[in-house]
C-alpha cells in the first residue's frame, strides 16, 4: 500500500459518505440515543442515501471501482438476510380480527408453514430498512475512503462526541438536573445523558471506550520520553478516564463491569509496554509501574467517591430484592426459557423481524406479574442473540454471524494487532457478548456506532503498511 494514501485529496465521493456518516453519528446519539420514534424516523429516511451512494461507489472510476466491488462478496450475507426479511412478508401467520370494537391480530398459521414468515409485514420491513441503511452507511466507508487520516479523525470524533455526552451525563447525574437539563422527559427513569435507557449507554460507552484505549497506545507507538505527554496521548488520556466514569456513574451494573474490563485490560497491556520499554533502556521497572498503578488506584477512589449515590442506590436495590426472596436472575431465565419455546416451534426462519413482542404472546397470553424488578411487559427477550433466533430463527442469526465474519476473514493477525483495530474489535467483542444478557441492538446510536467501528477498524487495517517479516 503506497504511502499516497496519507496526502491525496478526499474526492467527492469520500467527503460526501464521512458527512453522512458523520451526521448519523452525532444525530443518533444526541436525539434521545435514537430511540425515540421521531429520531428512528430521521435516521431511517437520512441513511436511505446510504444506497445511492453504495452504487456510486462501485461506478467510480477503474480502480477504485474495482476495489469496491471486490467488497462485494461482504454484502452476499447481509443481502441474503434481507431476502429472508422480504421472502416472510408475503406469508403471513397473523391475521387482523375485529372483537369489540377492537382490531387485535390473531394467530392464523401461515400458508406455507415450512418458509420464512412473519407477524407484521409493516414491522419486518420497518426494521429492516432501519438496519439496512445503517449497515450500508458504515460499510461505505470500507468501499470509499482511501485515507487512514480521514477515518482515523472519524475514530476521534467518536470518542470525543462520547466524551462530551459522558461529561454532559454526569453533570446531569451529580446535579439531579433530569433528562436533558429538564428540557424533556425521558420515558424510563433509568436514563444517563441522552440516553433513555442507562444499559444502551453502557454499551455505547464500551465502543468508545475500547476506542478511545487504541488511539491511546497508537500514541503512545509514535512518541516518546517527554514528547508523549506533550502529545495528543495526553487528551486522550483524559478521555478515557471520563468515559471510563461514566459507567459506574451510570448506575448501571453491567456497564460498571464492562468498564472496568476495559480498564483492567488496558492497564494491563500499559503495564507490558511500560515495562518492556524500560529493560530494553536498562532503566529500573518499579517507578514507572508504580506511577501508573497510582494514577489508576486514584481514579478509581474518585469514581467511587463521585458515584458513591448512585452506586449505593443500585446496592440497596439488589439488598431489598434478596431480602425479598426475589432472584436478581430468576424471572430473567424464565423469560430465556419461555422465549427458547418460541424458537423452537419455528426454529429455521423464525417468527419475522421485529415479532418477538406479539410472538411472545402466544407462550404468555398476559403480561408477567406487577412485582417484576423491572417492567411488566417485556417488548424484547432482554438476549439480542435469543432474540434474533426467535425472529429469523437459525438460518438468519446464522447470516447475521456471517455478516461479521465474512469481513474479518480477508484480514492478517498482523494487521488485526494494530491498537486503532484491535481495541475498537475488542469493545464490538465485549458487547456481543453483553447481547446475551441485554437488548443493546435495539438502540439506534449504538448500531449506528457499532457498525461505523467495526467497518472503520477494518478499513484502517486494510491501508495499513504491514512491517516486512524479521530475518529468523
Request: glycine share 6%; aromatic share 12%; net charge positive.
Amino acid at each position: 500500500m503506497s504511502h499516497s494514501h496519507e496526502s491525496h485529496r478526499l474526492t467527492w465521493l469520500e467527503k460526501t459518505v464521512l458527512v453522512h456518516v458523520t451526521a448519523l453519528l452525532l444525530f443518533s446519539s444526541w436525539a434521545f440515543g435514537g430511540n425515540i420514534w421521531w429520531a428512528r424516523l430521521t435516521l431511517s429516511i437520512w441513511a436511505s442515501l446510504s444506497l445511492p451512494l453504495c452504487i456510486a461507489a462501485f461506478f467510480q472510476g477503474r480502480s477504485r471501482g474495482r476495489h469496491a466491488r471486490r467488497k462485494l462478496v461482504w454484502l452476499i450475507p447481509p443481502a441474503l438476510y434481507a431476502a429472508l426479511v422480504v421472502a416472510s412478508t408475503f406469508n403471513p401467520s397473523f391475521a387482523e380480527a375485529f372483537i369489540a370494537g377492537t382490531t387485535l391480530l390473531a394467530h392464523t398459521g401461515a400458508a406455507l408453514p415450512a418458509w420464512p414468515s412473519t407477524v407484521s409485514a409493516e414491522q419486518s420491513l420497518d426494521s429492516l430498512g432501519f438496519g439496512a441503511g445503517l449497515y450500508l452507511a458504515a460499510f461505505n466507508l470500507a468501499v470509499v475512503v482511501r485515507s487512514r487520516r480521514a477515518l482515523y479523525f472519524l475514530m476521534i470524533l467518536i470518542c470525543g462526541n462520547a466524551l462530551v455526552l459522558a461529561v454532559v451525563g454526569t453533570v446531569q447525574k451529580l446535579s439531579a438536573a433530569g433528562f436533558y437539563f429538564g428540557a424533556a422527559t425521558s420515558p424510563n427513569t433509568k436514563f444517563f445523558a441522552t440516553f433513555i435507557y442507562y444499559n444502551h449507554w453502557g454499551a455505547f460507552m464500551v465502543l468508545c471506550l475500547a476506542t478511545t484505549a487504541g488511539l491511546l497506545f497508537n500514541q503512545a507507538r509514535h512518541h516518546r520520553g517527554r514528547d508523549l505527554w506533550q502529545s495528543p496521548f495526553s487528551a486522550a488520556l483524559v478521555g478515557f478516564l471520563f468515559i471510563a466514569i461514566s459507567g459506574p456513574l451510570s448506575a448501571s451494573r453491567a456497564a460498571t463491569v464492562m468498564s472496568a474490563l476495559l480498564v483492567a485490560v488496558a492497564t494491563g497491556h500499559a503495564l507490558f509496554r511500560l515495562a518492556a520499554a524500560r529493560r530494553r533502556t536498562h532503566r529500573p521497572v518499579w517507578p514507572a509501574v508504580t506511577t501508573l498503578l497510582v494514577v489508576v488506584t486514584l481514579t478509581v477512589a474518585a469514581v467511587g467517591w463521585l458515584g458513591f449515590r448512585g452506586i449505593s442506590e443500585r446496592y440497596h436495590q439488589t439488598q431489598e430484592a434478596l431480602a425479598q426472596n426475589q432472584s436478581l436472575w430468576g424471572e430473567r431465565l424464565d423469560v430465556y426459557a419461555d422465549t427458547a419455546e418460541l424458537v423452537q416451534r419455528q426454529p429455521l426462519f423464525g417468527w419475522g423481524l421485529n415479532s418477538y413482542d406479539i410472538a411472545f404472546q402466544l407462550i404468555r397470553e398476559r403480561s408477567i406479574a406487577a412485582n417484576r424488578q423491572y417492567e411488566n411487559h417485556y417488548a424484547t427477550a432482554h438476549n439480542d442473540w435469543l432474540q434474533s433466533l426467535a425472529e429469523t430463527g437459525i438460518i438468519g442469526t446464522a447470516l447475521l454471524l456471517l455478516t461479521l465474519g465474512v469481513p474479518l476473514a480477508g484480514l492478517t493477525w498482523r494487521k488485526l494487532g494494530h491498537p486503532v483495530v484491535a481495541y475498537p474489535l475488542l469493545g464490538l467483542g465485549i458487547v456481543l457478548l453483553y447481547a446475551l444478557i441485554e437488548f443493546p441492538f435495539s438502540c439506534g446510536a449504538f448500531l449506528v456506532t457499532f457498525w461505523v467501528l467495526f467497518f472503520t477498524a477494518l478499513r484502517k487495517a486494510e491501508l495499513t503498511i504491514e512491517p516486512p517479516p524479521q530475518a529468523p
